[in-house]
């Protein structure tokens, strides 16, 4: 693998795609590939599945591999394909990622293991063993949030130094000095914001990008921001960034993606089922959801 060819291909707007559902709680595949052409029109610089806004902890492993299967199949190359493949089992993470190298997509996004709890060197263990066996670019996935762990730099470092397909890190840290040093720990790896408030800020720290839960419903300004700062116009990124801010403070009052799966139902996108145990947002957040979606012009038929 040519680590500097896959970490140029994958900058930009990496949109998490939701995982929509039918009534009766089936994976809704036409309505899948209709919301990959609309980013692929809209501009959104690569796609992913199964990550964190696709609700994986809810999904079987077969129901994760079609949606891989079907994300590569509708890609079609035009953009690239990032699934999500981690879990807190090794064995399933492998399964997952060796079916998402067979299925040819571009990279995997691996989370950090959940509920294991396991020490730094658990992590450094896990992540390289994993990138012995494929050959896939792999993009490790920091969320302590929902892992109640913290890959911390100096672990990153070791593996993005002893593991050539280890290309980036999406970083859910709120603490921006920790991206400033895995920048500074890892010269060239890839870190991508993966909180939506946060894009602007790791771009401007030099991020190649974000995998940002908005981008499902304004998918051609979350590529906006990334080509802005690409292109050095930080006034118009600034401006934008905090033009995205309401929306991207409403889509987590909640839980995600319950506020985003509400979203779309009001835009005749998707039906907004969720399984359990995530539920919609209750009255008073959908009124301060519709507030901030308004300001956009995506209740009456497009962004504006």
Not at 279 to 290: D, F
Request: charged share 20%; aromatic share 6%; net charge negative.
């Amino acid at each position: 693998m040519d680590r500097p060819a896959a970490q140029a291909r994958l900058r930009g707007s990496i949109a998490p795609l939701v995982t929509p559902f039918t009534e009766d709680d089936a994976i809704d595949e036409k309505a899948l590939k209709r919301l990959i052409r609309w980013h692929i029109e809209e501009g959104s610089h690569g796609l992913s599945v199964t990550g964190t806004t696709g609700e994986p902890s809810s999904l079987t492993l077969d129901e994760r591999e079609r949606m891989i299967a079907l994300l590569v199949e509708e890609a079609g190359g035009k953009v690239p394909t990032v699934p999500g493949t981690g879990t807190n089992n090794f064995k399933e993470t492998l399964r997952l990622t060796r079916f998402a190298e067979r299925e040819g997509a571009d990279a995997a996004l691996v989370i950090v293991p959940y509920y294991n709890r396991p020490s730094q060197e658990g992590l450094y263990q896990y992540f390289r063993a994993l990138a012995e066996e494929v050959s896939l670019p792999l993009i490790l996935y920091n969320i302590p949030g929902r892992t109640a762990l913290n890959l911390q730099p100096e672990t990153l470092a070791r593996l993005y130094d002893d593991c050539a397909n280890i290309i980036g890190v999406k970083e859910s840290h709120t603490d921006l000095l920790q991206v400033s040093q895995e920048i500074l720990l890892c010269p060239g790896i890839n870190v991508y914001s993966g909180i939506e408030a946060l894009c602007y800020p790791m771009l401007a720290l030099g991020g190649a990008g974000h995998v940002s839960a908005t981008a499902n419903l304004l998918p051609r300004e979350l590529a906006r921001l990334y080509d802005l700062v690409a292109e050095g116009k930080h006034d118009e990124a600034r401006e934008l960034h905090y033009r995205l801010l309401p929306l991207n403070v409403a889509l987590f009052l909640e839980t995600n993606p319950g506020p985003l799966k509400t979203a779309l139902g009001w835009m005749g996108e998707i039906h907004p089922r969720l399984r359990p145990p995530l539920v919609p947002p209750s009255g008073p957040n959908q009124e301060r959801l519709r507030v901030a979606m308004a300001a956009w012009g995506l209740l009456g038929g497009g962004a504006a």
